[in-house]
């Protein structure tokens, strides 16, 4: 006795058929037998047909929703180590010990809450945890380096200014010091703030894949900079260098430039995420949105001019922002390609 054999639907169906052959079968088979196909965990076929998930295990069912995304990892390493030191130089008990190591806790339980039901809206909340528990920590730094012992670090950072370029930039640049071109810094400088919020937030309403990749980036950039800030702790070269000449503009610099310092947290120099942040949006947006990526084009390069000519960072802190700026598009980019979180209830999103 001979076999056929059709796929149909997913399901194999085994039937026998007669040939010439007259010898009587070895053993007795059913008329039809069907063998399920594995399909992948959250296909809508093995979701309808009941599938068990184990059959449908493959890598890409791993990485969706049960993996942790690289910027979870890289910023709950600096809540990690920033927590560790902490404990290790004011003890367990001390209160910013304390902070950091709820932001942690905060981290694995909004990723466990999402696991349990991953829909749409919890993917945005976990998503959208990272921007508030940014603020906190940010605020937080100031303290954080005085407990830590740690001294200010402006004179090293101009010394490897010296060592690059010859001198200061900053000191350079008195030379084109004009109202309008204050102005027109000023102007640039305040151009992060809208864009930080604006474009991550395009990409939350509009696609929920694309805001996965723009957040894994975004933030595994954040988690690196702020480590900076708690390595190195520097207040800029407003603080150091003795300029000959004061910043002067019109109404938007005067109102603007007293608010930029108090909205410092006085050590949020090295690297620039001013420079990191607007180079990675933009970057992000050269890719998956090629018009807004010309009209800001021009803008974050006289925001990255701004940060010098305003004598708010040294131009290793450029340098440096630009490095993990690059990191956060690797990070983005590798999201992407490997497609890892792109399915949400066995569909993409």
């Not at 039901?117 to 528990?133: F, K, N, Q």
């Not at 930039?169 to 809208?194: D, K, Q, S, V």
């Not at 407003?238 to 910043?247: D, E, G």
Request: glycine share 8%; charged share 10%; with cysteine.
């Amino acid at each position: 006795m001979q076999f056929s054999c059709a796929i149909t639907h997913g399901v194999i169906s085994v039937s026998p058929s007669h040939s010439s052959d007259s010898s009587p079968p070895a053993a007795a088979l059913p008329a039809e037998v069907a063998l399920p196909v594995s399909q992948p965990e959250g296909h809508p076929l093995a979701q309808r047909r009941g599938i068990p998930k184990s059959w449908g295990q493959t890598s890409a069912s791993f990485f969706t929703q049960d993996t942790v995304l690289p910027h979870e990892l890289i910023f709950s390493g600096f809540l990690l180590v920033t927590w560790l030191r902490l404990v290790l130089k004011q003890g367990m008990l001390h209160p910013l010990a304390a902070l950091f190591l709820a932001c942690g806790l905060g981290a694995v339980a909004v990723a466990v809450w999402t696991k349990l039901a991953p829909t749409s809206t919890r993917w945005r909340v976990r998503l959208l945890y990272y921007p508030a528990m940014m603020g906190v920590t940010f605020y937080a730094m100031t303290a954080t380096v005085t407990a830590l012992g740690l001294p200010l670090v402006d004179a090293k950072l101009a010394a490897w200014d010296d060592a690059l370029l010859g001198g200061q930039p900053g000191l350079w640049m008195e030379r084109w010091l004009a109202p309008w071109l204050t102005e027109l810094m000023t102007a640039a400088y305040m151009i992060f703030f809208p864009q930080l919020v604006a474009v991550p937030g395009a990409y939350c309403v509009r696609s929920l894949e694309k805001f996965r990749w723009c957040i894994s980036g975004l933030f595994a950039l954040y988690g690196l900079g702020f480590l900076g800030y708690t390595l190195l702790p520097a207040r800029g070269p407003y603080h150091l260098i003795t300029f000959t000449q004061p910043l002067e503009g019109w109404w938007l610099s005067s109102w603007a430039l007293p608010l930029f310092n108090v909205a410092s947290n006085g050590v949020d120099v090295f690297p620039s995420i001013h420079v990191a942040a607007s180079f990675y949006l933009l970057g992000f947006d050269a890719r998956h949105n090629r018009r807004r990526f010309w009209w800001l084009l021009v803008p974050c390069v006289l925001l990255w001019v701004s940060t010098v000519y305003l004598r708010y960072h040294y131009f290793v802190d450029l340098l440096a922002g630009f490095v993990i700026g690059l990191v956060g598009l690797a990070v983005a980019w590798a999201c992407e390609r490997s497609r890892t979180h792109s399915f949400q209830n066995g569909h993409r999103t």
